[in-house]
Antibody, heavy 119, light 108 residues
Framework: EMQLVQSGTEMKKPGESLEISCQGFGYKFSDYWIGWVRQMPGKGLEWMGS????????RYGPPFQDQVTISVDKSISTAYLQWSSLQASDTAIYYC????????????WGQGTMVTVSS | SFVITQPPSVSVAPGQTATITCGENNIGANTAHWYQQRPGQAPLLVVY???DRPSGIPDRFSGSNSGGTATLTISRVEAGDEGDYYCQIWDSDTDLVLFGGGTKQTVL
């Protein structure tokens, strides 16, 4: 069965760093793009960025450029989303998604990782 | 870039047809995809490339794209169709992925 399995719930303080992960199963990870989508409490979906899992060139949505880092370790079929200094406004559910290219649909979604940032 | 417009909410009785629009004539030639998000769940792709259905999605779900507006149509609506629906495009002008604001569908 094809699936994306994300790391668990995180509770952090402002200023702390964080890395969450997303591991792909049941398909050739390096043949697809992997992206991240943010959903703030009670709000809609926002595309943060994506990269082709076979290389190392992420592209970011403008609000997220220089705010987060997307990376991939294709040897273990895992993608990462990193923050160097969290803010309260980063509180959200983060979904990883698989797609065939930038104009392709997100055909596989992870279960979501809830990140809460509070002092 | 531009903001993709969706109606905030639609209400439909069971057995009737729901239509949700995306773009209000401004998505141009961009291809639209649609996602269903039931409460407390991750989104699920229900229509891709304007009108194709992934495996496992009932044929009650259909899509079209004409004149710069994409439309998701849900026929014979069931209680389980309640949730939020989002359209998504790749904006070819900016090379960015954009989501619509989402439409909350209530089944009366």
């Amino acid at each position: 069965e094809m699936q994306l399995v994300q790391s668990g719930t995180e509770m952090k303080k402002p200023g702390e760093s964080l890395e969450i992960s997303c591991q792909g199963f049941g398909y050739k990870f390096s043949d697809y793009w992997i992206g991240w989508v943010r959903q703030m409490p009670g709000k809609g979906l926002e595309w943060m960025g994506s990269m082709y899992a076979g290389d190392s060139n992420p592209r970011y949505g403008p609000p997220f450029q220089d705010q987060v880092t997307i990376s991939v370790d294709k040897s273990i079929s895992t993608a990462y989303l990193q923050w160097s200094s969290l803010q309260a406004s980063d509180t959200a559910i983060y979904y990883c998604v698989r797609h065939g290219g930038v104009y392709y649909a997100f055909d596989l979604w992870g279960q979501g990782t809830m990140v809460t940032v509070s002092s | 870039s531009f903001v993709i417009t969706q109606p905030p909410s639609v209400s439909v009785a069971p057995g009737q047809t729901a239509t949700i629009t995306c773009g209000e004539n401004n998505i141009g030639a961009n291809t639209a995809h649609w996602y269903q998000q039931r409460p407390g769940q991750a989104p699920l792709l229900v229509v891709y490339d304007d009108g194709d259905r992934p495996s496992g999605i009932p044929d009650r779900f259909s899509g079209s794209n004409s004149g710069g507006t994409a439309t998701l149509t849900i026929s014979r609506v069931e209680a389980g169709d309640e949730g939020d629906y989002y359209c998504q495009i790749w904006d070819s002008d900016t090379d960015l992925v954009l989501f619509g604001g989402g439409t909350k569908q209530t089944v009366l």
